[in-house]
């Protein structure tokens, strides 16, 4: 039996993880864009940061997968990345749905406080308090196994933590400046990514 597979069921899976992404995410910014933001703590950093996201997530994996640009960094898919890809994609698709349907019109793609904002505590955030960012993380390992190229693979794995590392105190900040001490009392009986770890 070969140890390699053809690394076109990585990058299959991988584009049905961009539309499921996009599937799960398109309806529900619809939905948010209709009611009114009253605080935006979008700065630049904000922009460089999603900018850069957008490279991780899109533009270097299907570079990898639709043009020879990045070939130089391919690699062969073995089985058990495959197997390992194919496991933090399913965990995803779950998490990042049940995020989108808890946090429900709260949401923004950036740092926002919206018109009647809700501090959200239950659901899967009543274990964690970045469920959201937490399904990104698997879906970014996912890419990391399952595209098999040492450029695009990891790509969304750099890109994210760097916005992770750096969206969290202020996110944390914004939500302690609207909740007070309703979301200090949450803090402090919720992990941040890993229930019951950290
Ligand atoms: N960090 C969260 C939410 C990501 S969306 C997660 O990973 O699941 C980012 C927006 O969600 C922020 O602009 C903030 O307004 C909002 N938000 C974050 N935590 C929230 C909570 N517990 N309740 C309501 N809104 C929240």
């Keep these: 039996m070969s140890m390699i597979l053809n690394p076109w069921f990585g990058k299959a899976l991988t584009i049905a993880g961009i539309i499921v992404t996009v599937a799960i995410r398109v309806p529900h910014d619809g939905r948010s864009a209709k009611v009114p933001v009253v605080d935006s703590r979008k700065g630049t950093l904000e922009v460089v940061l999603l900018a850069l996201m957008s490279l991780g ?11 020879p640009f990045l070939s130089f960094a391919n690699y062969p898919l073995h089985p058990m990345m495959f197997g390992a890809g194919v496991a933090c994609l399913g965990l995803n698709f779950w998490l990042f749905y049940r995020s989108h349907a808890d946090l429900g019109t709260n949401w923004s793609m950036t740092l926002e406080v919206r018109d009647g904002h809700q501090l959200i505590s239950s659901g899967v955030y009543g274990r964690i308090r970045h469920p959201m960012y937490a399904a990104i993380y698997l879906y970014a390992l996912a890419q990391a196994f399952l595209l098999p190229n040492w450029i695009a693979g990891p790509a969304s794995l750099v890109t994210f933590t760097l916005m992770f590392a750096l969206r969290l105190r202020p996110e944390e900040k914004m939500m302690i400046d609207k909740f007070g001490s309703a979301y200090r009392d949450y803090a402090s009986r919720t992990k941040r990514l890993i229930p019951g770890v950290w």
């Design 57 to 67: 997530i899109f533009v270097l994996p299907i570079l990898s997968i639709a043009t």
